[in-house]
Every structure is written in C-alpha cells, then in structure tokens.
C-alpha cells in the first residue's frame, strides 16, 4: 500500500454533448442544505376550535393564525431549532417570533393594465406566548397597515435596492445578511426592522388557490425553515371494525404543510418529532391554549 494511492476507480473520461457541456458550464456542484418536506395534517378539530372562538370575537380568525400558534408552539418545544448559526456556531433565540409573509396589490394601477404585486412581511414576536386570538390581532393589524402604507417597515430596503445595478444586487444582499445575521448589528440605514425574520417563516398559498406548492429559503432571513400552508380540501376518512373492514366513510377537511427546511438545523429524526408535534396539536388544539403543552413522549 503505497503513501498516495487513487481514492475512487474510474473507467476513461469520455467527452460529454453538447448540452452536457453547456449544462457543466451553467451549473456548479451542489452545496445547498436545503431539504423540503410536505405533511398533510387534518384540519378537522382544529376549524370546530377556530369556529367556537369565532363565536366569542368580531376578530377575523383563519387556519394561518392556528397553525402559526403551533408553530410557535413546535418551535418552543425544540429549542435546538430556534437559534441562528454565526462563524461555526448555534446561538438560541431568546424569543420565538413568527413572521408571516402577506400580499400586497397595488390597487391604484390603471384598469387595463396588470396590478403590481409584492410580498412583505410582519413578525408576531413572542408567538409562543401568546393565544390564537392575540396572534390574529396582531397579525390582521400588520396586514392592515402594510397593505395601507405601501410596507412601511420595508419600504426603506426597497427603495435602496430600486437604486442598486441588477449585477451588484446579490453583492448588495450578501453584505446585509453579513451585518445582521454573520455581525448581528442592525442601523435603520438599512430600510429593514430590528430582528426582521424572526424563528420561522410562514406563507399562505392556500389564499392564491393553491393547494400545494415548496417555498423557497430566504438566505438574508437565517431562519431554519419556511412553510407554505396550502388550501384546505376534503379528502375520505375511513373507519373499520376489528376485522378490517370498512363500516364509514366521511369527508373531512385537510391542508397540506410544504416546509423548505436547512438541513443544518434539521435532520430526519428532527422532521419526525415535529410532525408528531404538529398532528398531536391539530388533533388536540385545545392544547394550544395552555392546558397541556408538554412535549409529546
């Protein structure tokens, strides 16, 4: 055995085509962690418990504030996965704070012409600690605000990058996540809020009329996830007898989770602990509310 040796065996290299050759040219080697995971989840209980809170407030209540308030909920549990990796480390969050992504129309647009239409954000901080009820309002008054004043809390960002050349805007964004995130500084120069993304990132594409699609990681926001709720549908519960066989059906209501995960956070063994989580409290939402929220054995 000698000091140097040939580490893998391979036949002869052989020239590739043409598009191989352009394909070799368009990409690199793969080095992104990230993972995507989709659970569907039955909603059932969890619109009864939305529709008896419903009775008890004028607030607008919908299946994103309940699943943000398990979420929060999920994220409190693992504290492994409320933390930001900094220079080969894990720093834990000393909150959990839940950021949902909302639409934004311009509804002033000409008639005849396409509406424009943006994304922002509006963090809900320390989710965990608050009820679905809390989370609605805060959030349903976020939404209100941002869709009114044209995104004030981001409006400043967006102005900088209306100014910066296309080629010098990846650059441009690789340096701010370096000050907040790699630095952890903040300045309002940089047209972005304090703690911006929070714990987590949420998406509803259920309200564009999708029933399924996997969101994207947002590298500036150095959160370990993102997940797009999907629309709710109905889809056969079957119930059966101790032989097995089939003595009901009936329709119940469900939506699909599609997470984009870093698998720097999370592994296989986190995925599966979570999405016990997940079903135990949409089974359970009575839980949410404080009754019982130890972790699930």
Known sequence: MGFIEINKPFEKGRAPSKFRRLAMGSWQSPDDPTIYGVLELNVENALRHLERLRSKTDEKLTITHFLGKMLAEVMRLHPELNCEIRFGKFYPRKSVDISFQVAIEDESADL???????????????????????????????????????????????????????????????????ITSGLNLWSPVLGIPKNAFGSLMVT????????????????????????????????????????????????????RLCGAFDHRYIDGLHASRIARDMRRFTEHPEQLSGESLTHSS
């Open 112 to 178: 005849g012409k396409k509406h424009r239409h943006d994304l922002s954000g509006a963090l809900v901080r320390d989710a965990d600690q608050k009820s679905i009820l809390e989370i609605a309002k805060e959030l349903n008054a976020s939404a209100r605000r941002i869709r009114g004043s044209h995104d004030p809390g981001f409006s400043g960002i967006k102005k900088i990058s209306a100014l910066i050349p296309g080629f010098l805007q990846t650059l441009a964004v690789s340096i701010i996540k370096w």
């Open 204 to 255: 509803n594409v259920g309200s564009l009329g999708l029933d399924f699609a996997l969101p994207a990681l947002f590298p500036p926001a150095a959160v370990p996830a993102i997940i797009a709720v999907g629309a709710i549908y109905k889809a056969p519960i079957f119930e059966t007898d101790e032989q097995g066989v089939v003595t009901r059906t009936r329709l119940e209501r469900h939506i």
